[in-house]
């Protein structure tokens, strides 16, 4: 599977700004993760297509929704109200079968990731 991720820009604080990943073919689980300057990769969201609920992290729940459109392997990232520190090269992940609960904050749980894209946010 190859994931293609869009979407990145140049936004103020505040601002919305949405991220897209076009999969190739069909995936159980999908996520975006992100990494900052100096930084590690961190988790951001994920969503399972058994299940549908979304798991976020809490620098992002409430002002980042994740979606998919499984019909069209897509899956989307809403950033409401973003705050410099969203600043990141974003990427999504995708595994083909079901990740457990458990397991979705972790990169190694996921077997494709796309190219990531840049996302600055500034004060």
């Known amino acids: 599977v190859q994931l293609q991720a869009s979407g990145g820009g140049l936004v103020q604080a505040g601002d919305s700004l949405r991220l897209s990943c076009a999969a190739s073919?069909?995936?159980?689980?999908m996520a975006w993760f992100r990494q900052a300057p100096g930084l590690e990769r961190e988790f951001v969201a994920a969503?399972?297509?058994?299940?549908?609920?979304?798991t976020y992290a809490d620098s992002v729940k409430g002002r980042f929704t994740i979606s998919t459109d499984y019909a069209k392997n897509t899956l989307n990232l809403q950033m409401n109200s973003l705050k410099p520190e969203d600043t990141a090269v974003y990427y999504c992940?995708?595994?083909?079968?079901?990740?457990?609960?458990?397991?979705?904050?972790?990169?190694?749980?996921?077997?494709?990731w796309g190219q990531g894209t840049q996302v600055t946010v500034s004060s």
């Open positions: 969503i399972r297509r058994t299940s549908g609920t979304p």
């Open positions: 992940a995708a595994k083909l079968s079901a990740v457990i609960l458990s397991a979705l904050r972790l990169e190694n749980s996921y077997t494709y």
């Open positions: 073919g069909r995936t159980g689980t």
